[in-house]
């Protein structure tokens, strides 16, 4: 672990369900991540039973930015701690299609991806060996940042007053 970030590779488990509606012949979703898996882009048949299969789909890292701390706090304080996979679309592969894109622990950075609509985004629980990577990395990392408030320029106020802040945190104020 270098002083910025931490990378640690994960298995991705991706769950291929009969669909429900005629619309969709199958349900495409991550279910899990696994720690220890080597790292690979092959998808591995896991486990099937009556209208459903899951695969081992690969492996992706979790990437982790000192920046984004309070983004994992966020994620290791739901009820289980959860990490986040997305699945893009695969037009290589008609067997498989969606494959696994990015693995976050920023439900924040996984919000960005589900808007558009064009990808799988699904939380799965953290496992407890990735729970104790996130949590000490967060504990070493982690800074507290007091909220600025900016205040607007009154109306009758000179052109070259400046702006003011106020603190809503505890830090200095400045007006």
Not at 3 to 30: C, D, F, H, N, Q
Not at 37 to 65: F, K, M, N
Not at 72 to 91: G, I, K, W
Not at 158 to 166: G, L, R, Y
Request: charged share 30%.
């Amino acid at each position: 672990m270098d002083a910025a970030r931490a990378v640690l590779e994960l298995g991705i488990v991706v769950e291929r369900r009969k669909g429900s509606t005629r619309w969709a012949e199958w349900i495409w979703r991550p279910v899990e991540v696994v720690p220890g898996v080597p790292a690979s882009r092959t998808w591995r048949r896991l486990v099937e039973g009556d209208g459903w299969v899951r695969w081992l789909a690969g492996t992706l890292p979790l990437v982790l930015h000192r920046a984004e701390t309070a983004d994992y706090r966020v994620a290791l304080s739901a009820e289980p701690p959860q990490l986040y996979v997305v699945l893009r679309a695969n037009e290589d592969d008609p067997e498989f299609p969606w494959k696994p894109f990015l693995l976050t622990a920023s439900p924040f950075e996984a919000q960005v991806y589900a808007e558009p609509g064009d990808a799988i985004v699904e939380a799965v629980p953290m496992p407890e060996p990735v729970v104790a990577f996130v949590q000490e990395f967060v504990d070493r990392h982690h800074k507290d940042v007091p909220f600025l408030k900016r205040r607007r320029k009154r109306a009758d106020a000179p052109p070259d007053a400046q702006s003011e802040f106020v603190s809503l945190g505890g830090a200095e104020e400045e007006r």
